[in-house]
């Protein structure tokens, strides 16, 4: 059978970007920034994009554009034998992890869709703001309920398969989401004290630049292009011959990086507007915001596109996660695409739901927390730690030092039209810069270092 591929450029470039931007654009990147000092971790950030980002994000598209298969098929078609097969693996059990943790934050951002448009924020203070959160985050059935119906317009959207499904959604919810993100940054500008947002946002102080706000410069970069897990594989195998991947990662990059700053501009005018602590953390999105909100005018409007935008930066991530189970299960297996995509949502429904239920104050202890720790973070922490940096660790090594440097040559340089002064950069930094930051990153995440 004839493997499905992207039919056009610009289909393939959304979906790639639509994977990268997700909840790590709007939800993470901003509170990072916030923690981190503002301006200066996102010079930072953009060194780590350039140095590591794009070179991890072209070995990872080459790899499935060479293997044209699932992480796991993709590294025995390329070596002849399943040593390296391991990349794939890996990245296959990720793929559950991540989702376990990502449809429930996804499906929160639902609920807050629902919330704004009922006007349930108007009016009122940061504590009613956080009692609700908390409200409706233990409650017996909303969250799950939110999560199943995210993970079922996934797999709706998986359904039609790559061109009809991924492609096309891509096509639409892309777009729409840049004029979102544009929208609410010129709202944003006429906020009062929005200046002092942007003043916090630009100050490039760097004596705040020390080693933890490299790592989460880096370990962000990494996850917010989608990296280490195999997406980007399975994408690559999905891209046509002779598309350039060298300017295509470039591209992805660039506008996944401009989403993420473009985010930035959107929440702190809107947090200094009403004197909020940047530095909120993780409750950023789902608490100060609302509280602003709430106070703001227009905030009605604001909050509903805000939301809006959560979600479908979400959907666009999650349809590449689940694709990497679809396809692996399906290839890997011998079996129907509509039975894995069965299979495999059934199981995220159950991890899913349990991830959700350890977040719970359970009289007596919760089942799923284990040491103090919930399975929810216990699946973020194992990926964005441990299998992301172990991933796009062995993915360079492997073709820095395990593949054929002509062959290399010969993909990108001959049949893609990379220029070869970029291709010459390239190879030195997949072979000894990215590997290096990326144990750097491994190294210290494991508290060895
Ligand atoms: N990059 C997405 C975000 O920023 C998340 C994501 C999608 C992802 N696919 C991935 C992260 C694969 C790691 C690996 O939210």
Same mark, same amino acid.
């Given at each position: 059978?004839? $493997?499905?591929?992207?039919?056009?450029?610009?289909?393939?470039?959304?979906a790639a970007?639509?994977s990268?931007v997700?909840?790590?654009?709007?939800?993470?990147?901003?509170?990072l920034?916030?923690?981190?000092?503002? =301006?200066a971790?996102?010079?930072?950030?953009?060194?780590?994009?350039?140095?590591?980002?794009?070179?991890?994000?072209?070995?990872?598209?080459?790899? =499935?554009? *060479?293997?044209?298969?699932?992480?796991?098929?993709?590294?025995r078609?390329?070596?002849?034998?399943?040593?390296?097969?391991?990349?794939?693996?890996l990245?296959?059990?990720?793929?559950?992890?991540?989702?376990?943790?990502?449809?429930?934050?996804? =499906?929160?951002?639902?609920?807050?869709?629902?919330?704004?448009?009922?006007?349930s924020f108007?009016?009122?203070?940061?504590?009613?703001?956080?009692q609700?959160?908390?409200?409706?985050?233990?409650?017996?059935?909303?969250?799950?309920?939110?999560?199943?119906?995210f993970?079922?317009?996934?797999?709706?959207?998986?359904?039609?398969g790559?061109?009809? =499904? +991924?492609?096309?959604?891509?096509k639409?919810?892309?777009?729409?989401?840049f004029v979102?993100?544009?929208?609410?940054? !010129?709202?944003? +500008?006429?906020?009062?004290?929005?200046?002092?947002g942007?003043?916090?946002?630009?100050?490039?102080?760097?004596?705040?630049?020390?080693?933890?706000?490299?790592?989460?410069?880096?370990?962000?970069?990494?996850?917010?292009?989608?990296?280490?897990?195999g997406?980007?594989?399975?994408?690559?195998?999905?891209?046509?011959?002779?598309?350039?991947?060298a300017?295509?990662?470039?591209?992805?990059? #660039?506008?996944?990086?401009?989403?993420?700053?473009?985010a930035?501009l959107?929440?702190?005018?809107?947090?200094? #507007?009403?004197? *909020?602590?940047?530095?909120?953390?993780?409750?950023?999105?789902?608490?100060?915001?609302?509280?602003v909100?709430?106070?703001?005018?227009g905030?009605?409007?604001?909050?509903?596109f805000?939301?809006?935008?959560?979600?479908?930066?979400a959907?666009t991530?999650? +349809? #590449?996660?689940?694709?990497?189970?679809?396809?692996?299960?399906?290839?890997?297996?011998?079996?129907? $695409?509509?039975?894995?995509? !069965?299979?495999?949502?059934?199981?995220?429904?159950?991890v899913?739901?349990?991830?959700?239920?350890?977040l719970i104050?359970?009289?007596?202890?919760?089942?799923?927390?284990?040491?103090?720790?919930?399975?929810?973070d216990?699946?973020d922490?194992?990926? #964005?730690?441990?299998?992301l940096?172990?991933?796009g660790?062995?993915?360079?090594?492997?073709?820095?030092?395990f593949?054929k440097?002509?062959?290399l040559?010969?993909?990108l340089?001959?049949?893609?039209?990379?220029?070869?002064?970029?291709?010459?950069?390239?190879?030195f930094?997949?072979?000894f *810069?990215?590997?290096?930051?990326l144990l750097?990153?491994?190294?210290?995440?494991?508290?060895?270092?």
């Open positions: 059978m004839k $493997r499905s591929t992207f039919s056009s450029k610009f289909g393939m470039l959304a970007v639509g990268a997700g909840l790590g654009n709007i939800w993470k990147f901003p509170y920034a916030g923690e981190n000092g503002g =301006g971790f996102i010079i930072v950030y953009l060194l780590c994009v350039l140095f590591l980002g794009v070179p991890a994000l072209l070995s990872e598209l080459s790899l =499935g554009y *060479i293997g044209r298969s699932n992480g796991i098929g993709a590294m078609n390329i070596t002849g034998n399943n040593r390296w097969s391991i990349i794939g693996i990245g296959f059990l990720g793929s559950f992890i991540i989702l376990g943790f990502y449809f429930v934050v996804a =499906g929160w951002s639902l609920e807050f869709v629902y919330q704004s448009v009922m006007g108007i009016g009122q203070s940061g504590e009613v703001i956080t609700n959160f908390d409200t409706f985050r233990f409650d017996t059935w909303r969250p799950y309920l939110w999560t199943v119906v993970i079922v317009l996934t797999a709706v959207v998986l359904y039609a790559v061109e009809k =499904g +991924i492609e096309k959604w891509s639409v919810l892309m777009p729409m989401l979102i993100v544009a929208y609410l940054c !010129v709202y944003a +500008i006429f906020l009062p004290n929005s200046g002092e942007y003043k916090f946002y630009f100050d490039f102080d760097f004596s705040k630049i020390n080693a933890d706000v490299v790592i989460a410069a880096l370990g962000q970069a990494f996850f917010s292009l989608s990296l280490g897990m997406a980007m594989m399975i994408y690559g195998s999905y891209i046509e011959k002779g598309t350039n991947l300017k295509t990662s470039i591209q992805i990059a #660039s506008l996944d990086t401009l989403v993420a700053v473009l930035g959107v929440v702190f005018p809107a947090v200094f #507007s009403f004197g *909020i602590d940047p530095a909120a953390g993780p409750q950023l999105v789902f608490i100060t915001l609302p509280t909100f709430a106070q703001m005018t905030g009605y409007i604001f909050s509903i805000f939301f809006l935008l959560l979600a479908v930066a959907l991530s999650t +349809i #590449s996660i689940l694709e990497v189970q679809i396809a692996t299960v399906a290839e890997e297996f011998k079996m129907n $695409r509509k039975l894995s995509l !069965v299979l495999v949502s059934v199981i995220m429904l159950v899913c739901c349990m991830c959700s239920y350890s104050p359970v009289e007596g202890g919760n089942e799923l927390v284990f040491f103090g720790v919930s399975l929810f216990i699946c922490i194992i990926t #964005s730690y441990i299998i940096p172990l991933g660790l062995l993915i360079m090594l492997f073709l820095g030092w593949y440097k002509e062959d040559h010969y993909v340089v001959v049949e893609t039209k990379c220029s070869e002064g970029l291709f010459k950069v390239y190879y930094f997949l072979r *810069i990215a590997p290096l930051l750097a990153v491994f190294l210290q995440q494991l508290g060895l270092f």
